[in-house]
């Protein structure tokens, strides 16, 4: 089985939902060589504000709707894959050592809930394979983008 899938298998028998899925996935994220900072932000309003997260401490932790390659993505509901953000006008550098970014919006329905985001040190790192697994994670998140109730 591809790693891919693995991680997908791995997530789809967990139990848990909300935040903690949340941070599960992006530690499961964490461990494929190219993916260097892995993170979701929730859309709130007319901003993203940083979630679940492994890597580096960044200070994007609030990003405007249509500031950056984060907030492009919603200002254009359209997910980002940037092989080389140096050639990019609109980059919030995160890390200096970042060379590729993608960003996959989380939706329900037509409602945009967030978006999975991860930097590389590699550029060219990302293509649709990552872009088609990422959103197969997205959907999954949708599902349980709410935590349990508290008993
Ligand atoms: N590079 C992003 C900002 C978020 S950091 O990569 C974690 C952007 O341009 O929106």
Sequence with gaps: MDQFSEIL???AD?????????EEC????????????SGVYRLEGQ?????????????????????GVCGTAVAENEN??????????????????????????????ETILGQIDIDSHQAGAFNQ?????LEKMSAMMAERWMGSPKP
């Design 9 to 11: 298998d791995g997530l």
């Design 14 to 22: 967990s139990s848990l939902r909300g935040r903690e899925f949340r």
């Design 26 to 37: 992006m530690q499961r994220l964490d461990t494929l060589p190219t993916y260097d900072w």
């Design 47 to 67: 901003a993203l504000f940083l979630d679940a997260y492994v890597g580096a401490q960044t200070d994007h932790t609030r990003i405007l709707v249509g500031r």
């Design 80 to 109: 980002q894959v940037i092989e080389d953000v140096s050639m990019l006008d609109n980059y919030l550098t995160c890390s200096l050592a970042t060379k590729a970014e993608i960003v996959v919006l989380i939706k329900s329905g």
């Design 129 to 133: 394979d990552d872009e088609q697994f």
